[in-house]
């Protein structure tokens, strides 16, 4: 299974299509704030495009681990957000990110319970188009992983 989180005008027949407003089309509605109603290592791929810079940064890494709770060990987060002018231009916008935002994910922020390693990053654009393209795999090995 693929999930397409916070799909908005986005929707992708080859994923489970997962939105929060009943105005647009999706498979699923459910605020991802609220967690993923998805059993633990269910799932093979997530896609969140133009979605957590939306996350209230009180909740940024509950949603990162119920990410990580429902992929597959070495399944894959892949992740655009809009950094610089384009993230601070929006008043809808409530977690900034830049160009390193990525390494709070990973093993370097040792508090967390989930485990993600960098597999790709990229900053596409410029000024007020600037997004950071990023893939995160899902680290599991232990027994309550």
């Known amino acids: 299974m693929k999930l397409n989180v916070a799909c908005g005008l986005k929707y992708d027949r080859n994923y489970i299509n997962i939105d929060?407003?009943?105005?647009?089309?999706?498979?699923?509605?459910?605020?991802?704030?609220?967690?993923?109603?998805?059993?633990?290592?269910?799932?093979?791929?997530?896609?969140?495009?133009?979605?957590?810079?939306?996350?209230?940064?009180?909740?940024?890494?509950?949603?990162m681990y119920e990410f990580w709770r429902v992929l597959k060990k070495d399944g894959l987060l892949k992740v655009v957000v809009p950094i610089g002018k384009g993230l601070t231009n929006s008043p809808e916008h409530k977690c900034m990110f830049d160009h390193k935002s990525w390494i709070f994910f990973t093993e370097w922020n040792y508090r967390e319970p989930y485990k993600f390693s960098l597999v790709t990053q990229e900053v596409i654009g410029e000024d007020i188009t600037e997004e950071l393209h990023f893939t995160l795999k899902a680290e599991k090995g232990g027994k309550n992983e």
């Open 20 to 63: 929060s407003d009943r105005r647009i089309p999706a498979d699923i509605y459910r605020d991802i704030e609220r967690g993923l109603p998805f059993s633990d290592n269910t799932i093979e791929e997530i896609k969140s495009e133009h979605t957590l810079e939306h996350v209230n940064p009180d909740l940024i890494h509950f949603v």
